[in-house]
Structure formats: structure tokens, C-alpha cells
């Protein structure tokens, strides 16, 4: 089982440009997470699905588009990046949204630099 | 304001000796809290979770405890070895998992 994976692993964009990060996992899970992570800061979640075939916005989702492929695969889209958007993004999955079964599993990342 | 607080940001300990990392949270009620470790260059990996009832769990080296009346939990590290180095992460679990900025814990040979 390789859990939950992530491509690329780094990502070097230009201000304007648009790109699509992947995130798929292999545990079955129903939940599946995008956050991202700044110095200094705690994750913050950008987009969760809570069950395949819905999606719902997060703390910070401004300038960030997500689409749950299948139960497998959660994609995140930047239409238009800016600097601020420079991070590292992890995706994560859960058996549910609610406790006592959402321990989230994460990927390993993707850091994005946006010039 | 962050609802999860942790503190120190960094720490620097000789192999060896042990540790202990503290988080203050102000999430009420919570389901669970967990401490995640995460390696540099890699996602975070959960060490330890305990229910509002439980203060104290452990995981090898790793003793995390909860008092639910000061809103405090800490995390332990016992004997500490060159690959205890990572950021440590507190995480409050509401219906949302509410994550600490963590702890950068080096250890040194």
C-alpha cells in the first residue's frame, strides 16, 4: 500500500500561470483534505471532500479550485498563481469526516514557488 | 488567534537527554487530540491520540498526557535519539482538526 500520494514534489511557477496538483490514495478512504503550510504557521485546510462526488471550502480557499475525481483521487487546481500562493501543499484522507474515524493520513507534499 | 498554541517553537537537546513540549488549546469541546510528528521534506504521521476522558498515552518513547481542565497537553520524549529530529505537531479535534503551529525539536550527537 503506498497510502497517499502526491505529484509533482516541487512545482516552480510563474505569477499567472495555472497548474493542477494530484493527490490519490489507496486505503478506501470516503475523506480526502487539501491543506497548505507556511512557515510559522499550522496547517490550514483549503478544501475537504467529504464523500466522493462532493466538495465543500475550507478555512482559505480563495485562488484554489478542487475537483474529487473518484474516491481514489482529489485533485487541487490554481487558475492563476500568485506569490502568496508559494507554500507546501499536503493532501490528506480519512475513512470519515467525523470523529472517532477521521485520523487523517497525509502525503508526503508538494512545495510550490510562485515568482 | 490560534486556537492551538505551542510552545517552544524550537529546541535543541543533546541525544540522550529528554524533552518535553507543551500545547495550550482553547477549542471546547473536542473529541480527541493528537500529536503528529512530521520529518522534514515529509507529511505528518500521528503518534499519539486521547479522548477529552484519557490524560495519559504512550507510544515507545513518546508519553503524551492531557489535563482538559487547563486546556493543556505536552508531549514527552524519554531518552531522545538522532531521529526524534522533526517538527511536532498538536492537533485539537473538534469537527475540524484545529493544528498547532508545532515544535522543531533537533537533536544533537
Known amino acids: 500500500n503506498a497510502g497517499v500520494t502526491q505529484t509533482p514534489k516541487f512545482q516552480v511557477l510563474k505569477t499567472g500561470q495555472s497548474m493542477t496538483l494530484q493527490c490519490a490514495q489507496d486505503?478506501?478512504?470516503?475523506?480526502m483534505y487539501w491543506y497548505r503550510q507556511d512557515p510559522g504557521m499550522g496547517l490550514r485546510l483549503i478544501y475537504y471532500?467529504?464523500?466522493?462526488?462532493?466538495?465543500d471550502k475550507g478555512e482559505v480557499p480563495n485562488g484554489y479550485n478542487v475537483s474529487r475525481l473518484n474516491k481514489r483521487e482529489f485533485s487541487l487546481r490554481l487558475e492563476s498563481a500568485a506569490p502568496s500562493q508559494t507554500s507546501v501543499y499536503f493532501c490528506?484522507?480519512?475513512?470519515?469526516?467525523?470523529?472517532?474515524?477521521?485520523?487523517?493520513?497525509f502525503g508526503p507534499g508538494t512545495r510550490l514557488t510562485v515568482l | 488567534k490560534n486556537q492551538v498554541e505551542q510552545s517552544p517553537q524550537s529546541l535543541i537537546i543533546l541525544e540522550g537527554k529528554n524533552c518535553t513540549l507543551q500545547?495550550?488549546?482553547?477549542?471546547?469541546?473536542?473529541?480527541?487530540l493528537r500529536w503528529y510528528k512530521q520529518d522534514t521534506g515529509r507529511g505528518p504521521v500521528s503518534l499519539t491520540i486521547?479522548?477529552?476522558?484519557?490524560n495519559t498515552k504512550s507510544n515507545g518513547r513518546y508519553t503524551a498526557t492531557l489535563d482538559a481542565d487547563t486546556k493543556q497537553s505536552s508531549l514527552h520524549i524519554t531518552a531522545s535519539q538522532l531521529s526524534d529530529s522533526a517538527s511536532y505537531i498538536c492537533?485539537?479535534?473538534?469537527?475540524?482538526?484545529?493544528f498547532g503551529a508545532g515544535t522543531r525539536l533537533t537533536v544533537k550527537p
Open positions: 492537533v485539537v479535534n473538534d469537527n475540524d482538526m484545529r
Open positions: 471532500s467529504a464523500s466522493e462526488g462532493t466538495t
Open positions: 486505503m478506501n478512504h470516503n475523506s
Open positions: 490528506a484522507s480519512s475513512e470519515a469526516r467525523l470523529p472517532p474515524r477521521n485520523e487523517q493520513f
Open positions: 486521547m479522548t477529552f476522558s484519557e
Open positions: 500545547c495550550n488549546y482553547t477549542v471546547s469541546p473536542f473529541s480527541n
